[in-house]
């Protein structure tokens, strides 16, 4: 099993970067894939990053792409994600998740394991 926690979130403004941390437990994190999804109020969750878990491929949403950066570091058993150029419509719960085995995946439900999610605000 695999336990994630978030940090990183927080208040910026519009222009700003923030970034977040996924800390997983456990002794296994390279055999996991790993992403980043977010839910505003009233949305839906919507998938942001992913990597695989040698962190050679990623992949984005269209609406973070050259904006947000995911990397991992299977040493550390942690995930970034890297956000610049942040606008209102960026602020959500951003969450971290784990896929064991297989590819990356774009799709909430193909994913074993989930953090309690971290709050960021872009002020305009």
């Known amino acids: 099993q695999v336990q994630l926690v978030e940090s990183g979130g927080g208040l910026v403004q519009a222009g700003g970067s923030l970034r977040l941390t996924c800390a997983a437990s456990?002794?296994?994190?390279?055999?996991?894939?790993m992403g980043w999804f977010r839910q505003a109020p009233g949305k839906e969750r919507e998938f942001v990053a992913a990597?695989?878990?040698?962190?050679?491929?990623?992949y984005y949403s269209d609406s973070v792409k050259g904006r947000f950066t995911i990397s991992r570091d299977n040493a550390k058993n942690t995930v970034w994600l890297q956000m610049n150029s942040l606008k209102p419509e960026d602020t959500s719960v951003y969450y971290c998740?784990?896929?064991?085995?297989?590819?990356?995946?774009?799709?909430?439900?193909?994913?074993?394991?989930w953090g309690q999610g971290t709050q960021v605000t872009v002020s305009s």
């Open positions: 456990g002794r296994t994190f390279s055999n996991y894939a």
């Open positions: 990597i695989n878990w040698s962190g050679g491929n990623t």
């Open positions: 998740a784990a896929r064991r085995g297989g590819p990356v995946a774009r799709k909430g439900d193909s994913y074993d394991y």
